[in-house]
């Protein structure tokens, strides 16, 4: 995605008019990270409407604490999907504890299986969306095509060694979406998923 | 990323040695106590005295690679994908038995690999862009809102922006045929889906320059057209090659540009004109016609690429509907004095601001309406009492005759009165069109 490389200046400039009160750039906001925030909210949540009222909250979140957005703590794309996976799994969290209190399938130990399963899920998808795009290829063609290394790096136009280092690399990063057992913080220091 | 980079080189300077050591098969040739840096040269399994394997088994299987461990692991990422060869796979395998850095970096990379999905395309709503918008304002209104008469811009330009995100690089060069009426008879032009883009951009620039703003057109092909056919044309012309996808950045730019000025200066600027070349609007009315052909180009794309395309929300419909509503007078007169219309002979032309002949339009589904449209002068005002005709027809069978892709013979429209005056209107509304 093209966006992703977007320059820290672009991050500063919209957090001042969103807090300016700016209407337009809440437009450009919801153009520009929309389809991110709807689709993690989709993976945790499984569910089109309840993805849609995620991305009605992360959104009007934003737009009434642009403050809450610290530039320096890094790329805002990175704030608002960590407060999109909080806020869907939090919804998660919810609904499946209702569904268990009145009686529905299934114990507590599942469930924060699930929660959790959801949460590594959205930080996967992240880390897929924001790692740097020959990486990204490379796990493309490897494991969505069926390709093997010496025909990824055919394609790429890269040698071999370096199609098996962009995997290798590609997968190591992936791996990291294991890593955090809680949600992500956006605020916090570590608000990067 | 560079931490984990620096440990697993640690791990592999350590392991270097042991992997060499096994590779000079314990030949002594080494010397001394300190292990090569560099590995011997591996004997031949002939050379060895070693009894060689059967040859119905060599046969069989392939010959088991012997690697050294910085191979193996610069090999994970590709084994977890299964994407190495079988005597590579094995290779690696058997290797996993005896390190364990190795086991432990293999076990997470398969991990890894169940954590890819498939991306599915998901369609975003297209109404959840103004749901959210709208309700976000409604916790915090807005101290610079979006004028009301811009807003189907905005939203227009926003769902073309989402249809363009989904279309692959060679969709960009399927072939649209602009189509519209001039007047007489339909007309097209044959361009790409790029080229719609670059139309869009380069008519979007009236509206940018009468705001300030830089103009897509550069130079003397800027001064020299001034109108959005010629202008169009101008900016095919200019480029040596046919646009491509890369016209989709600076189309989003202007439009994000031109949404975010007239919030600013919105109020003062409504009424300031906007010079088509052979007509002028107002800014506001200028915003409205950019929305309603953004969304017909929309559906030029959407149908060039095989993609479904609602028609725009039924505010912004209602305002597109006002907005030809209104300019059916003048076309009216225009087509007169041309010829191309019943003249208003032996019919008394009113005085400006009067009541006068009308025609009373009546738009059924959403976003749809009555207006009463003076047939006779620009100046009349539509009155009920004077009503001679009127048509009723759904609202996008209207938008799109008013985009000349509906021809005023065919348009489905519900007819009551004097033929002469809806035959008028049709084609008028149809000549509303242009490329």
Not at chain 2, 40 to 67: F, H, W, Y
Request: glycine share 8%.
């Amino acid at each position: 995605m093209a966006t992703k490389d977007a320059p820290p200046r672009w991050d500063r400039k919209m957090q001042q008019r969103l807090a300016r009160g700016e209407a337009a750039a809440l437009g450009e906001l919801y153009d520009r990270f929309a389809s991110l925030v709807h689709a993690l909210a989709h993976r945790v949540l499984g569910d089109e409407r309840a993805a849609d009222g995620i991305t009605r909250e992360v959104f009007a979140h934003v737009w009434e604490h642009p403050d809450t957005y610290d530039p320096k703590q890094g790329p805002l794309r990175s704030w608002v999907a960590a407060l999109t996976a909080r806020l869907a799994v939090q919804r998660l969290r919810a609904t499946e504890t209702a569904a268990l209190a009145q009686g529905g399938q299934g114990s507590t130990e599942e469930l924060e299986r699930k929660v959790r399963r959801a949460s590594v899920a959205a930080r996967a998808d992240y880390i897929v969306t924001s790692m740097p795009a020959p990486l990204r290829a490379a796990l493309e063609l490897a494991y969505f095509q069926r390709r093997d290394y010496r025909q990824t790096a055919v394609d790429l136009g890269v040698t071999e060694d370096e199609a098996r280092r962009r995997l290798r690399l590609g997968l190591q990063l992936l791996s990291t979406a294991h890593d955090t057992g809680a949600p992500p913080e956006p605020a916090g220091p570590g608000g990067a998923v | 990323m560079s931490d984990a980079n620096d440990e697993h080189d640690e791990y592999d300077e350590h392991d270097e040695h042991e992997a060499y050591d096994r590779g000079s098969s314990g030949e002594s040739e080494g010397g001394g106590s300190v292990p090569p840096r560099i590995p011997m040269p591996r004997a031949s399994v002939e050379d060895s005295g070693r009894p060689l394997p059967e040859l119905d088994e060599a046969a069989s299987r392939p010959a088991p690679l012997v690697l050294e461990h910085p191979v193996l692991k610069a090999l994970l990422g590709a084994w977890a994908l299964a994407a190495c060869s079988a005597a590579e796979t094995a290779a690696v395998e058997e290797h996993l038995g005896e390190c364990g850095s190795c086991a432990d970096e293999a076990l997470r990379l398969r991990g890894a690999v169940g954590l890819l999905h498939p991306v599915e395309p998901l369609d975003l709503d297209p109404g959840l862009r103004t749901r959210v918008l709208t309700g976000s304002f409604g916790r915090r209104p807005p101290r610079i809102p979006v004028p009301g008469w811009a807003t189907p811009y905005d939203a227009e330009t926003a769902r073309l922006d989402a249809l363009l995100q989904d279309i692959g690089d060679a969709e960009w060069h399927a072939p649209v045929r602009l189509r519209w009426f001039d007047g007489r008879a339909p007309t097209s032009r044959r361009t790409t889906v790029a080229g719609v883009i670059a139309h869009l951009l380069t008519v979007d620039g009236l509206v940018a320059t009468a705001l300030g703003l830089d103009d897509p057109l550069t130079g003397e092909t800027a001064d020299k057209a001034a109108n959005p056919a010629a202008r169009t044309e101008a900016y095919w012309r200019a480029s040596y090659f046919p646009p491509t996808r890369s016209i989709r950045a600076p189309w989003r730019e202007q439009s994000h540009t031109i949404v975010r000025t007239v919030s600013f200066t919105g109020t003062t600027t409504g009424k300031r004109a906007v010079s088509y070349g052979d007509f002028e609007l107002p800014l506001h009315d200028a915003m409205l016609d950019r929305a309603f052909e953004c969304w017909v180009h929309a559906e030029d794309i959407a149908d060039a690429v095989d993609y479904p395309y609602e028609p725009p929300a039924p505010r912004s419909l209602n305002r597109m509907i006002d907005l030809a509503a209104r300019m059916l007078p003048a076309v009216l007169a225009e087509r007169r004095r041309h010829g191309l219309a019943a003249p208003a002979e032996g019919r008394h032309l009113v005085p400006a601001g009067d009541p006068g002949r009308s025609l009373r339009l009546e738009i059924e589904g959403h976003g749809g309406g009555e207006w009463l449209i003076p047939l006779d002068s620009p100046g009349a005002v539509g009155s009920a009492e004077h009503e001679v005709a009127h048509i009723a027809l759904d609202g996008v069978e209207f938008c799109h005759l008013a985009a000349g892709h509906v021809s005023p013979e065919d348009a489905a429209a519900g007819q009551l009165g004097d033929r002469e005056a809806i035959r008028d209107v049709l084609f008028a509304t149809a000549s509303l069109s242009r490329m």
